[in-house]
């Protein structure tokens, strides 16, 4: 087993296990047991070489949201005793089981616009810094499009990522 | 365009919606059927539901209802060692989940044949 990919594995079970706090402690121990067994067990019967097989068995597990909101559901009703972190927006409201894969559909929409968003405000930025240099203007239009370019591509992940989830359940309301 | 978008994830959505209610209350027996006749480990039972399309469950969101079937008393388990990997933890039918698929088994005939009655589908089965 090569060490990235235990990290890779160790991963998604913290992230599971941040989101299983509200569950009483052996069910959650239990879960992340059994988890880890099955994720051992495909390994071995499958005979995982590549992180990408393994990728693969990860995302056949699911996503750390769906299965957290599974644990709830069968767990009675419990609820997330740690309501006030802002895991709890990643749990769907009793009795809509459905509601984990639907906001994943929608969330897309609102990353795009996050992103959309964020180049166009560098954008002007980049103009208006052109702009009031003025001077040479050789330099101003490569400037013009170097000067969003870069910072783009690191921005643009991390605010989607923080503008996402918030945004996801009430675009899964307004139906 | 976008509204059409908009109106497919909608049906999407719904889709989803009705498998994950028909699913509610029956997946668990598909569960009990399956160690009926035979004690099978964690993986073999989510893999082989997994399968299904139909029943559209995620692997991992049925470990979580095999806890509770053996929280339950429905179901037994035991770990066990592998020829060719880590220990499996493998499931067994208690008695109380043999009478649980057995209500179930007449339940649901009954319960299907109505739906079948009301809806009209019927015919095609």
């Known amino acids: ?175 | 365009m976008y509204l059409a978008a908009q109106g497919t994830l909608l049906r999407m959505a719904e889709g989803a919606q009705l498998a994950s209610g028909l699913r509610r209350g029956t997946l668990e027996f598909c569960v009990l059927a399956m160690v009926e006749y035979e004690d099978r480990y964690g993986t073999e039972i989510v893999r082989r539901l997994a399968e299904e399309k139909t029943l559209a469950a995620t692997e991992g969101t049925i470990y979580p209802l095999l806890s509770r079937l053996r929280r339950g008393g429905l179901m037994d388990t035991k770990w066990a060692e592998s020829p060719n990997g880590p220990p499996r933890r493998y499931y067994s039918l208690t008695p109380s989940g043999r009478s649980a698929l057995a209500n179930f088994r007449t339940e649901w005939v009954s319960f299907r044949l109505t739906v079948d009655r009301l809806v009209g589908t019927g015919e095609i089965a």
């Open chain 1, 1 to 175: 087993m090569k060490p990235n990919q235990t990290d890779l594995v160790g991963e998604y079970l913290h992230e599971v296990e941040l989101r299983l706090s509200g569950l009483p402690l052996l069910q959650r121990r239990e879960l992340l047991a059994d988890l880890a067994a099955h994720i051992e067990t495909e390994r071995a019967e499958r005979n995982v070489q590549s992180d990408g097989e393994l990728i693969e068995i990860l995302e056949r597990l699911g996503s750390p949201e769906v299965v957290a909101a599974a644990a709830y559901e069968e767990a009675g009703g419990a609820r997330p005793a740690a309501t006030a972190s802002a895991q709890a927006t990643y749990l769907p409201p009793p009795g809509m089981p459905a509601a984990p894969a639907a906001p994943k559909r929608y969330g897309w929409i609102f990353a795009a616009l996050a992103a959309v968003g964020v180049v166009v405000v560098l954008c002007l930025g980049g103009a208006l810094a052109t702009f009031r240099s003025e001077g040479p203007p050789e330099p101003a239009s490569p400037a013009e499009y170097a000067t969003p370019a870069d910072p783009t591509s690191p921005a643009t992940p991390p605010s989607a990522a923080h503008s996402a989830p918030p945004a996801t359940p009430p675009s899964a309301r307004t139906p």
